[in-house]
Structure formats: structure tokens, C-alpha cells
């Protein structure tokens, strides 16, 4: 298998990125992983001889002259950078040369670079993110997490489907419970959008949907799946975040400020709390997946380290050992209720 | 002062909102604070006689015979039943008689009857729940937290100059920061309700307005008023509170599960971790205003026990005392850009 990562794209680009693919090319070597490097050549030849010896490992370099960066308009940009980065690595797997890229860069760059290059399954008419979120049992995959906003209920009933296929397939989670983000648990609750998607969501035959789900709920973890609009996911996702982070620090802020015997006590909590902290980090989930389009496309956040990195490889294997890309596409074309449908 | 509260309203009701009046009339005795517990006399008169001598607090009951339920369509139960608890307290603030309500009933049943009974200060369309939420060093008011969904841009901007004014006055904090939620800082993102709102904002006088917040800015405290539509208000919310009380419990679990010595350090640590529940706690917070409505209106959790009851009589000491209302309908009055706005 052949991963594509565009080693520019990110604020730690290309040091990190290059670190992550080389901790993750050593973790994979015999499992027949294969890792791209696009972008600059010499600087990403440069990158890797800093990191040491790493000729006898899986990695190849594919040249791209261009960059988009985060301030560039997306469409535009991937339009006239036919060289940027992005572009390229998406094209290897156009071309079915790689199966699979992973971005961290823009991420509206990436979504851009990925419907043009890749295009979409038949019957998706907006790809969504895919974001896997901790809660207090697991995971809860959110999406959609930012590609698109003003969603239509048909594209949020296309997200059950395929958040559904996700969960169950890479997170190993049997019948996963569907449930759409809302105000309230009654049918009759909510905004337009979510108001006209649930008796949708009820005619699906392949997702065991449970009905509306509120914010506290993804915590909890009494659901797998929380179907939204990308407006909606992308708040929710930097809130909780922003939150963890937050709560982390305020609980060391009390332990410190609460006197000698209490000090000492943390030098035995610290550890503890630094192994919640590893629970609640994104990096350790490495990557999200845009589902929906034409191949294996997984968006890292912007900050990625070398962790992230190396996991969203192992995100990126998973999803191409597990099919997920033709699980889709044979779904959405057995689902009754998206022909019916205008 | 008087304050009217819906006795009868509230999972714990009327035990937990009797229990909660009496604690504040005890604190409040020499502020001039008069509680009104309006609902089933005999009931509020049962409930008072179990918490011991009362009678020389500056407490009173009126009668009310009837009680909407939470399953109840909010505005049919609100014009039927004429004599519910909520409905009467609602008018005992609009015939002058208290300064203001509260309410731990339905959510819906308590703005359908702000705005029957009390009806809108002249320029505001949609009232607004401001809810306060906790930060790193403090406060951020987020509104609207829940009272109307699909929202106009216009809406958004009635948000911004209310909650200017409730987190000038009751939280003082001076020249507030207001941020418009978004899924990015440029001017540029976001669906089309933000996009149209945010050249809105930039004309407002009277409002310290500072662009786009994300999700994560909530909990940084770099916004001290986050306006949004009250779909995604509500689903923050509640992420909110279900985030900080299910890290809390992981922290707990984490320090519980790593050994012999930690649980020594933990029973020093434990009361730090007691501390900083205290503070995420929304029952300290106590009850977040219904802005923009002719009159003083307090909604509560309902899941409100005592403590959040007293802590919400306080908020509705402070709103009275500092003349929101008034100073809404003021400003309102003076903002030109809501003159040209269809």
C-alpha cells in the first residue's frame, strides 16, 4: 500500500511531517506500507538526512514545486497551482500510483484539492470530515466537522451513511448508533435543516439511527455517530478541543495552588493526568478522512507534530485495508431513500 | 425588590426552588429582597413547613392552579393555561407587582410566556437566552443560547448589543469583547447567516466588536460575549457542561486507577478537584436572562437545585439592580444601523 503525504502543508512542515513518516515507515515495515513524500525536493531530502539514516526505509520523494498556503483562497489556489503540493498528491492517487494521500495543510485547500482531483461517489453530492472525537467509553465520529456549511437534509442523510461505514469498518464498532446533533430529543425539535432531515434519517435501512442527539451526548458516549451540518461540526470540534486543553490546566492550576501537602500529592497525580491528557489529545487520532470522495484522503489538523503524523498514516492504512471508499459507494447505491429524494 | 419565582417548575420542584428561595431570603434579608413563590398553595405551603421556621423571612406565596409540563407544545400550553405557574409569575412582573421572574420550567414554555405576558422591547424581534459560560480567567456570555433557531442576521446583531449590555452591567466587565462565532477568523468564513451578519457588526456604535471566534476561544476567555443563533448556542451549551463534568470524572477515574501512592496523593488532590467543579459548575452561575423581553426574566437548568435557585435570585437581584432592560432599550433606541436594515 502506497501513502501519499504532502510534506509541506501544516505549520511544522516539512521537519514534522518527515519525522512522523519516518516513525511510521519503521512502525509499518512489515506491513508492506509504502510512504510518498510530495513537495520540495531538496528541502524534504534535507528534512530527512536531518532525522538520520532512513535509506533502508519505505520512503520515496515526489516532487512538487508549489505550495498553497493558508491565506490563499482554496479554489483558486488549487485551480492555478497545478504543481502545489496538494494537487500532486492527490493526482498520485488519481492516477492510482498511491492509495491514499493525507494533507495538513489548508484544510479548505484539501477539501478543494480533492474534489477536483479525485471527484466525488456517485450519489454524494458534498463530501463531509469525519472527525473522531474521545468520550468517557471511546470514540464518537463527528461529521460533518467543516467541509461544507448550509448542508441540505439529503446531504446530511449522505453523512449517516457514510459516518456509519466509517464507524463500523475502521473503528470496529458493530451496528453503530446514528444519532443527529440537535436541541432537543423530541422529533419536533430544532432548526430547518435538522427538522426536515429526520424523517430521512428514520427510511434508512443500513443505519441504526437513534434519533436526536444533543451536545452532551458526545462525551457520554451514548452515541457513535453525531450527523451535522459542517458549521455546526467545526464549532463543536474546536470547543471541545479548546475545552480539554482548558479543563486540563485548570485542574493543574488547583492541584498547584492548594498548598505544600498537596504539591507533593501531585507529584504522584501528574503522571496520571498526563496519560488523560494523551486520551483527550487529537494527535493520537492522527488524522480525519473526507469521506465521500473518489479515493483515500485523510485532513490532518494544521498543527501537526510528528505523532499526528505517524498516526494518520496508520488512519490512512486502515482505511485502505478496510475498503471504506467502495463500502460507500456500494451503500449509497442500495439506499432507496436518497433516489426518492430531489 | 421582588422577585416572582414559578415554584412548581423544574425537576426538583417545588422542594429544591423552595429550599433555594428560602437560602437566598436569608442572605438577601437586609437588601430589601422579597420572594413571591407562585404555584399549588398548599404545596409551596407543605414544602416551606418541611425546611423548619420560615415565617419571618420576606417570603410570600401566590396561588397558581395550574403547571405546564415539559412535554407540552410551549406556546398552545402557555395561551390555555392561563392560570399556570409560570404564566402568573410572568404577569405578576408585567402588572408591576415583582421586578422580575424565574423560571426552572420548561425552557420553551418560559420564553413562550416572557413573550406573551411581558412582550419585546421596542427593536428586538427575538429575544435572546444569554447564558453565562466558564473560562480560563473568568466569564463569557454566550447568547442566544437556545430561545430561537434560524435566526436573521439582524438577529445576531440584537444578540451582540444585549449581551454587550449584560456583560457590561451585571458581569462588569468594561467595553466587552464580542465575538462572532464562526468556523474561522477571516471575514471571509462561514455560512451564509454569519457572513451577512459580521458587516453589521463592524457598524455598530455602541458594541466593542472583535470579528470571528472559534469554538476553542470560548474556553481561552480571549471573547467576553460569543453571539450566535440560538441552534448552535444550545449545542454548545450543552457540550459544555457534558465536557467538563465527563473530564472531571475521567481525571478522577485516571488519578483512582494508577496504584497505591497516587490514591494516597489523591486524597489531597481530591478537594482541589472539588474546588474546580465549583467552578464549572452552571448551578453557580444560577440562571441566564431572557434579554429583550419588557421586563426582568431569569431561566434556570432544570435540573436546578437549591444552589442554583438561590444563585439565580441573585442574578435576578443583579439584573434588576443594574437596569438592563432599561438600558437595552436605550441603546436600541441609538444603534443607526438597525434603522437600515430591512
Redesign the interface.
Known amino acids: 500500500m502506497k501513502v501519499a503525504v504532502d510534506a509541506m502543508g501544516g505549520d511544522y512542515a516539512p521537519d514534522e511531517i518527515v519525522l512522523g513518516a519516518i516513525q511510521a515507515a519503521r512502525e509499518y515495515i512489515n506491513e508492506g506500507v509504502e510512504i510518498v513524500l510530495v513537495g520540495d525536493q531538496v528541502k524534504i531530502t534535507q528534512a530527512l538526512d536531518r532525522q538520520g539514516n532512513w535509506k533502508e526505509l519505505n520512503i520515496t520523494v515526489h516532487h512538487a514545486s508549489e505550495v498553497i498556503d493558508m491565506h490563499e483562497s482554496p479554489g483558486a489556489a488549487v485551480r492555478k497551482k497545478k504543481d502545489a503540493s496538494v494537487v500532486v498528491a492527490t493526482g498520485l492517487v488519481k492516477q492510482g500510483i498511491c492509495d491514499v494521500a493525507i494533507c495538513a495543510g489548508s484544510t479548505g485547500a484539501a477539501v478543494a484539492a480533492a474534489l477536483f482531483g479525485l471527484g466525488r461517489i456517485n450519489g454524494i453530492e458534498r463530501p463531509a470530515i469525519a472527525t473522531p472525537m474521545p468520550?468517557?467509553t471511546g470514540t464518537t465520529v463527528l461529521l460533518d466537522s467543516?467541509a461544507n456549511?448550509?448542508s441540505k437534509p439529503k446531504h446530511l442523510v449522505q453523512n449517516a451513511i457514510m459516518g456509519s461505514i466509517y464507524a463500523e469498518y475502521v473503528l470496529n464498532i458493530p451496528r453503530p448508533r446514528v444519532g443527529l446533533?440537535?436541541?432537543g430529543e423530541e422529533e419536533s425539535k430544532?432548526?430547518?435543516q435538522?427538522f426536515s432531515t429526520y424523517p430521512l434519517l428514520k427510511q434508512l435501512n443500513t443505519v441504526n439511527f437513534i434519533g436526536n442527539v444533543?451536545?452532551?451526548?458526545?462525551?457520554?458516549g451514548t452515541v457513535d455517530v453525531v450527523v451535522c451540518?459542517?458549521?455546526?461540526g467545526?464549532?463543536?470540534?474546536?470547543?471541545?478541543?479548546?475545552?480539554?486543553?482548558?479543563?486540563?490546566?485548570?485542574?493543574k492550576d488547583?492541584?498547584k495552588?492548594?498548598g505544600f501537602?498537596?504539591k507533593?500529592?501531585?507529584?504522584?497525580?501528574l503522571?496520571?493526568?498526563k496519560?488523560?491528557k494523551k486520551?483527550?489529545d487529537y494527535a493520537e487520532y492522527g488524522g480525519a478522512p473526507l469521506l465521500g470522495v473518489n479515493g483515500g484522503f485523510i485532513i490532518c489538523h494544521g498543527s501537526s507534530r510528528a505523532k499526528a503524523i505517524k498516526n494518520a498514516i496508520r488512519v490512512a492504512k486502515e482505511f485502505t485495508e478496510q475498503e471504506v471508499v467502495a463500502h460507500i459507494r456500494e451503500t449509497i447505491a442500495n439506499e432507496g431513500v436518497l433516489n426518492n429524494e430531489e
Chains 1, 2 share one sequence.
Request: aromatic share 4%; hydrophobic share 50%; net charge negative.
Open positions: 468520550n468517557l467543516g456549511v448550509d446533533l440537535n436541541i430544532g432548526n430547518e435538522v444533543e451536545g452532551r451526548d458526545i462525551p457520554k451540518d459542517g458549521f455546526v467545526n464549532i463543536v470540534l474546536k470547543l471541545g478541543e479548546g475545552l480539554a486543553s482548558a479543563i486540563l490546566q485548570l485542574v488547583s492541584i495552588a492548594s501537602w498537596t507533593m500529592a501531585s507529584m504522584f497525580v503522571p496520571a493526568l496519560s488523560l486520551k483527550l
